[in-house]
């Protein structure tokens, strides 16, 4: 498994990351096999959000961890907040709370990683900064980011925020590419040339955020993999895999992968067969003829 380093923060990660939202569905056992799945194929990042299974994933997880063969030390953790029941709460006493229950599920001291999940329209900039200063100067986060937020909202934030964001997790997978659309697509009439993320992939790369992809073998007909919607983006992939010697959920990921960004896809499935078969993405570098025809298959044109 090839690593990055996460941000400006000097911490090298997996560039594959476990996505746990969907641990509440196992029991301990269970979990302990993906667990143990993920960590033999390379990843040592395991990412989730105190809304998951509203918390049951994150209780599950801690269980999971204490009969594992590794260790809370050999791993890194992140967690989001700031989704409440019918609306969004970036005050400073939500976010101080929500890490503190964070922290009680997963029975850890600190979290590697700590996100704001979805932008706040009421944010206060000025409480983001207390909570993550309180947080920070307690020893329970060491780094901080956000997730979907656009390059305004995280220049907002910056402005009284002192430390770094070093994460934006954002949705992008081959099958919901605006963000790449809108740079393939400048100056055309074309729908795809709309931004509707402002920048958001170039603004990253500039200022050393790594983008964190989710759901990254989904679209809007579902997961794409063997999905008849998408004949023609199928095709390509079982071609590929043949030509790649891998498989087509690799592909998938690798085809993120490749991505001069250095993106940490976070996966989301719970089966450990998929798990191993996504994980080996890390070990394929697709060229760029390749990139741009699955790209194209995917129902992504060119101008």
């Given at each position: ?91 400073r006493q939500h976010l101080t709370d929500s890490v503190d229950g964070i922290l009680k599920r997963l029975d850890t001291d600190y979290l590697d990683t700590f996100l704001l999940h979805r932008p706040d329209a009421l944010v206060e900039p000025e409480e983001v900064a207390q909570a993550f200063d309180d947080l920070h100067k307690a020893g329970k986060v060491k780094h901080f980011g956000v997730s979907n937020h656009s390059p305004y909202q995280i220049e907002l934030l910056k ?145």
């Amino acid at each position: 498994m090839k690593t990055i380093q996460l941000g400006k923060t000097g911490v090298n990660v997996s560039e594959v990351a476990l996505g746990c939202m969907r641990m509440n569905d196992l029991n301990t056992q269970q979990a302990v096999g993906v667990l143990e799945t993920a960590y033999q194929a390379g990843i040592n990042f395991y990412d989730h959000a105190d809304i998951y299974g509203k918390g049951a994933s994150e209780e599950i997880f801690a269980r999971a961890l204490k009969t594992a063969s590794f260790s809370r030390e050999d791993i890194v953790l992140q967690s989001k907040a700031g989704i409440r029941s019918g609306y969004y709460d970036f005050s400073r006493q939500h976010l101080t709370d929500s890490v503190d229950g964070i922290l009680k599920r997963l029975d850890t001291d600190y979290l590697d990683t700590f996100l704001l999940h979805r932008p706040d329209a009421l944010v206060e900039p000025e409480e983001v900064a207390q909570a993550f200063d309180d947080l920070h100067k307690a020893g329970k986060v060491k780094h901080f980011g956000v997730s979907n937020h656009s390059p305004y909202q995280i220049e907002l934030l910056k402005k009284h925020v002192r430390q770094s964001i070093s994460v934006n997790q954002l949705q992008l997978s081959v099958t919901h590419t605006g963000m790449i659309d809108a740079g393939v697509q400048v100056n055309t009439k074309e729908a795809q040339s709309v931004d509707h993320d402002r920048g958001i992939l170039d603004y990253c790369r500039l200022h050393d955020i790594t983008i964190q992809p989710w759901s990254p073998v989904q679209g809007p007909k579902g997961i794409f993999l063997d999905n008849p919607a998408y004949p023609e983006l199928n095709t390509e992939l079982k071609r590929l895999a043949a030509k790649y010697d891998t498989n087509p959920e690799a592909l998938a990921i690798a085809w993120l992968l490749r991505h001069p960004a250095q993106m940490q896809v976070v996966l989301g499935t719970m089966n450990p067969e998929r798990l191993e078969n996504y994980a080996s993405a890390s070990d394929i570098t697709i060229s760029r003829e390749d990139w741009y025809s699955i790209y194209r298959q995917a129902g992504n044109p060119l101008p």
